[in-house]
């Protein structure tokens, strides 16, 4: 899953692609190098981010959607924990709808996906984009998490969601070492029997630990896929799409 920010203000390439021609030379990168499919967002959900209305994130994200379903058609996810974007986007050529909040921050998400019959991701997370790393806690950061999905999993179901994905959400409310404990036992959520995206590309988990920025972290994020796909992702959400699909291509030649 190639990531296409919209934003102006996104961690790693915050206001690189915010014009329809930008976004559409790098969707297209993406999906030449290997994509499978790619994430449109209009709303930074880094740490600290400033809120945004749901006018303007359409405003940001549906012309793109439709530029790219008209220039190539690639399998298009919109990143988005509003229903009314997600319906939208739905309409406009998207395929899959991914959730940072996994329904949390709107009522209707879950029921509005169950019409629409498409893909959903559902990302664990504390707090808000705000508030998510002042001070995150948990007894237990792998038992909390997988008992959380397990959960949402549940109510998915339940609602007529068919296609369930889950995503332990690093870096959305985890310390450094939250995030490496999950990662240490990434390999239990596969007893959730469903698929599972890793969305650690350019993380601080990573640049802080090895003491360089966010686009120096490239090495690490690699090193990391690797590890994740060990332990049984199915999707990773990533920015440099050509060095995860050859991390891809050399794993699946070791199995």
């Known amino acids: ?3 296409l920010n919209v934003t102006p203000d996104s961690f790693s390439d915050g206001g690189r692609y915010n014009s329809i021609d930008g976004a559409l030379k790098q969707a297209e990168k ?45 399998v298009i996810s919109i990143d988005t924990f509003r229903s009314k974007v997600a319906k939208e986007a739905v309409k406009s050529g998207a395929a899959i709808v991914n959730d940072i ?3 949390d921050d709107d ?16 990302m664990h997370k504390k707090g808000t984009p705000r508030t998510m790393q002042q001070l995150p806690n948990y007894d237990d950061v ?15 179901l339940l609602a007529g969601i068919v296609d369930f994905v889950i995503d332990p959400g690093f870096g959305f409310g ?3 070492e939250h995030n490496f404990e999950l990662l240490k036992h990434f390999s239990q959520f596969k007893l959730l029997e469903s698929p599972i995206l890793a969305g650690v590309s350019r993380k601080s988990m990573i640049w802080k630990t090895l003491d360089v920025k966010p686009v120096e972290a490239v090495n690490g994020t690699t090193f990391l896929h690797a590890f994740a796909l060990q332990g049984g992702a199915d999707i990773l959400r990533v920015h440099d799409v050509e060095k995860a699909v050859q991390c891809v291509k050399l794993w699946e030649q070791l199995k």
């Open 142 to 156: 792998v038992v909390e998490v997988f008992n959380y999905l397990l959960e949402k999993k549940r109510q998915c």
């Open 30 to 74: 993406m999906w030449n190098e290997g994509a499978d499919i790619i994430d449109v967002g209009g709303y930074s959900s880094r740490p600290g981010a400033d809120d945004v209305s749901e006018q303007e994130e359409s405003d940001r994200t549906l012309p793109i959607i439709e530029k790219l379903v008209n220039a190539f058609n690639p």
């Open 1 to 3: 899953m190639g990531i």
């Open 174 to 176: 985890k310390t450094r």
């Open 101 to 103: 909040s996994a329904g």
């Open 107 to 122: 009522v209707d998400m879950i029921p509005t996906v169950a019409k629409l019959k498409v893909p959903y991701i559902a």
